[in-house]
């Protein structure tokens, strides 16, 4: 069947660009949030209680999916400002909660070393949790060793049209258990529809102008965009097409995001009170996030990011805790595929 073989080309590129052999399985659905669904309805017997530690700040999507998989418990660790664990909050609270499942989502690209090691402490420590990384928005590094790998095509770093993957030990397979809603006709033709229209509309109105940024502004992000529902739902044939042709792409993407991401830096670095995000891998991402440490600053730069024409995303923040979660000194301008001149 066609399905399947687009689908054996998708997994032979993955497991070559995140570097997973075949110890690993890969299997498909129709968004990440489907993949992290399943993977948390599938352990144990599914209906078992599970304590889970996810970050303090964190696309809302991916404790919403783990939030209707489950029954249990949510407990945060903080993030710091560069996106990364606090390594003793972790520690403490992986202490104190004694997690089941320890979740590490990097945001915005913001990934290097000191990730790398927080995530192998947990791997390797006493009474070892399953360990998950929601790679949606981070692909490159992934450490080995990981139970449980999230993956978007959701235009992240793989910039395809919906679609997401699970990647996971085979070794945990037998405790896994997916029961697949294959894609009726119809919804196939839906996915198809929404991909035709999103070619044929303009941008998505994510970024606003820093001048008509408010105190106020923050989003529950362009995740609550159709197919809006965590479900073990198929992939559909138009984000496979997709996602093949944008891992064949994934190189030029990354050579330009870089780019843009030095000159971005650099045209930043002359407007006081904003300063880029600054991680190992970050200038991969598809946003660049800027910490704004004073809200008066922002206001000041509004006429300079104006006119360089850089719009910016809000915050985000979890529905049921926006005022912890949103942190309102992060912003995030577009790193679009276009030289600034
Ligand atoms: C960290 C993170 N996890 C999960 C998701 C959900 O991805 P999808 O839209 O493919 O369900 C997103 C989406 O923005 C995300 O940023």
Not at 77 to 105: C, I, Q, R
Not at 209 to 234: H, I, L, N, W
């Amino acid at each position: 069947m066609i399905k399947r073989l687009l689908e054996r080309v998708l997994e032979k590129q993955i497991k070559e660009v995140i570097g997973v052999g075949d110890e690993y399985k890969i299997m498909f659905f129709s968004s990440a949030r489907g993949a992290i669904y399943s993977y948390f309805k599938s352990m144990g017997d599914g209906t078992d209680s599970v304590k889970t530690l996810v970050p303090d700040y964190v696309c809302n999507i991916m404790t919403k999916a783990i939030k209707s998989a489950r029954r249990g418990t949510l407990q945060t660790y903080e993030l710091n400002e560069n996106l990364a664990p606090n390594g003793s909050d972790l520690h403490a609270k992986s202490n104190l909660f004694k997690p089941d499942v320890v979740v590490f989502a990097p945001i915005f690209g913001a990934y290097g070393d000191e990730y790398n090691h927080l995530i192998e402490t947990t791997l390797h420590s006493d009474n070892r949790p399953v360990v998950f990384l929601d790679a949606a928005q981070m692909i490159d590094l992934v450490p080995a060793g990981l139970d449980g790998i999230a993956l978007s095509f959701n235009q992240k770093i793989i910039n395809g049209f919906y679609g997401g993957a699970l990647v996971f030990n085979k070794e945990s397979m037998s405790e896994l258990r997916f029961s697949f809603k294959p894609l009726t006709i119809s919804k196939e033709i839906e996915f198809l529809t929404k991909y035709v229209e999103k070619r044929l509309r303009l941008r998505p109105q994510r970024f606003v102008k820093a001048s008509e940024m408010t105190d106020k502004g923050y989003q529950y992000s362009a995740c609550s965009q159709f197919p809006f529902k965590p479900t073990v739902d198929e992939i559909s044939m138009v984000s496979l097409i997709v996602a093949i042709l944008e891992m064949l792409r994934i190189g030029n993407y990354r050579r330009n995001r870089r780019s843009n991401h030095q000159l971005l830096r650099k045209r930043l670095s002359s407007v006081p009170g904003l300063k880029i995000v600054d991680t190992e891998h970050i200038e991969l991402s598809h946003f660049v996030p800027i910490l704004v440490k004073d809200p008066e600053a922002l206001k000041k730069a509004a006429t300079i990011l104006d006119k360089m024409g850089l719009r910016l995303k809000r915050p985000y923040a979890l529905d049921d805790d926006p005022l912890s979660s949103v942190r309102r000194y992060l912003y995030a301008v577009e790193n679009p595929f276009f030289r600034l001149k």
